[in-house]
């Protein structure tokens, strides 16, 4: 049958492989996935792979300091018969984020979104006075 500790759900991706769409596997598998998130002093920002969804399907709350997207497509069809896809991800925004702030947008089948930190006014302008010695 099989070797010892070789398991058949080993060997799935290889099986598979003709059957799934020529996409990297990452694009594959990583759809609504944790994404990229980032957390600096300025600003918190997160990048989503949402490109199996068109931006009607799409959703994005916040509820106290909780960010939630999800995404839900019914059935289509496919060049191998048909698919739904569905996500839900949850994100605790930081206690330093502004959340008048937030903004979302869509590029390259990536959905993006920032914040500004609390206390931070990127279109203030302080003027420096040079002193000289």
Known sequence: MFPFGVNPIDRMPNVMIPYWPSLP???????????????????????VDVSQFKPNELEVNVTGRELSIS???????D?????????????SLPEDVDLESIRSK????????????????????????????
């Open 79 to 91: 060049e191998h018969g048909s698919i739904s896809r569905s996500f839900n991800r949850k994100y």
């Open 106 to 133: 869509i590029v390259d089948g990536k959905l993006m979104i920032e914040a500004t930190k609390v206390g931070i006014s990127l279109s203030a302008t302080r003027s420096i006075t040079i002193s000289s010695e």
């Open 25 to 47: 596997s990452d694009r594959i598998f990583n759809t609504g996935g944790i994404g990229e998130v980032i957390n600096t002093n300025e600003k918190f920002s997160l990048t």
């Open 71 to 77: 995404g839900k497509h019914e059935q289509r069809a």
